[in-house]
């Protein structure tokens, strides 16, 4: 094999298979020398590969774990597999599967073969998850279009659904996507309305890149002191932005609930941004946390711990369980006359969001 480019690929396409390969056996699979494998070896320890030779007569080579992530080869299998994945992943936002999934994603899907592209989206179409049903499940391609724009500065358009139901068509600048662990936000700068804005990414739709670059602004900072709706130019955190946010759309609840179960038991049932709660030498445990979550979100939350609870506070929450539990109790018990007319109106809220 005389092209050196080609050879370098196919040798980096063997060494990647995690074995060590004798020089000889090397050599015969590329048509080439002993000699020219350990020059090429030289121009992949260059170009980053920590590729590992052994002492001896026979000698041979493999590829070991470096102090940086150098490229990778993949075959069609293992693209398929990885972007299957990633997908699975990205669609429901999972804790621990964060922003840096998704520009995996993007950069992956980028670069795959039509024929390739079909598989992964044949693969995703016949399986179905089974989740937990804490989030809202979204399409990973409108994940992907919103990170690639993301990262290339790109534009956006895309149709809106706020929480009351009004569609709108927006045009944005995106800075980053962050997930809570129950969903994905968009932030980005509005165009239309000339501020920062977080958009619920499964609210959006029909997402393209308008093909317009800009240049990034910096996110607004809270200075100290300041009243809440004051900022300044500095350049601040889309996390942190997106918690502010929410904090002024949603109330923090101060949750303080005891459960008749083991902290282990309790800690590994419930969502890991509650925090753990703590033993109370009794058998039982007490869980003192801060949160943003809807009173229905955190009331369907404690009551999936499946063991015994009791709340302390906040009033709301406890008011809330106790309409719950009477409209559950009414459930079921079908032929109750007492049961009202029509529907209880419970306090909706919606978080996480400004239009």
């Known amino acids: 094999m005389s092209d050196t480019p080609a050879r370098l690929l196919k040798l980096l396409s063997l060494l990647q298979t995690p074995r060590e390969w004798p020089g000889g056996e090397l050599a015969e699979r590329l048509d080439v020398s002993p000699r020219t494998i350990r020059r090429d070896i030289d121009r992949l320890r260059d170009l980053g590969y920590p590729v590992e030779a052994s002492r001896g007569s026979i000698g041979g080579y493999r590829l ?3 102090a940086a992530m150098p490229p990778l080869l993949l ?3 293992e693209a398929v597999a990885i972007a299957v994945g990633l997908r699975a992943g990205a669609g429901h936002a999972i804790e621990g599967v964060d922003e840096a999934s998704v520009r ?3 950069k992956l899907e980028q670069v795959l073969p039509s024929r390739l592209r079909h598989r992964v989206s044949v693969l995703q179409n016949a399986t179905v998850p089974l989740t937990r049903g804490d989030g809202s499940t979204i399409d990973p391609r409108t994940l992907t279009t919103l990170a690639s724009a993301a990262t290339g500065r790109e534009r956006l358009r895309f149709a809106y659904r706020s929480g009351d139901g009004t569609r709108t068509k927006r045009q944005v600048e995106p800075c980053r996507l962050v997930s809570t662990g129950q969903r994905w936000y968009l932030v980005a700068y509005d165009i239309g309305r000339e501020d920062w804005r ?3 990414v499964d609210r959006i739709g029909e997402p393209y890149a308008t093909g317009a ?3 990034p602004r910096p996110l607004p900072v809270e200075g100290a002191g300041s009243d809440a709706g004051s900022r300044d130019t500095g350049s601040g955190d889309a996390a942190t932005f997106l918690a502010r ?11 303080d609930v005891w459960f008749g179960g083991p902290a282990e038991f309790v800690a590994a049932r419930l969502p890991a941004h509650l925090g753990a709660p703590e033993p109370d030498g009794a058998g039982g445990c007490r869980l003192r946390a801060s949160c943003t979550d809807s009173l229905e979100w955190v009331a369907l939350r404690l009551a999936l711990v499946d063991c015994e609870f009791s709340v302390q506070g906040p009033p709301e929450l406890v008011a809330y369980l106790e309409s719950l539990g009477a409209r559950l109790t009414r459930a079921a018990r079908p032929g109750d006359r007492n049961r009202p007319s029509g529907p209880e109106q419970g306090e ?5 969001e400004q239009g």
């Open 348 to 352: 909706r809220r919606e978080r996480g």
């Open 245 to 255: 946010s929410m904090r002024r759309m949603q109330p923090e609840l101060r949750l």
């Open 64 to 66: 070991v774990a470096g």
């Open 213 to 215: 670059r800009f240049t």
């Open 104 to 106: 995996a994603l993007a």
């Open 198 to 200: 977080t958009f619920r």
């Open 75 to 77: 075959d069609d299998e």
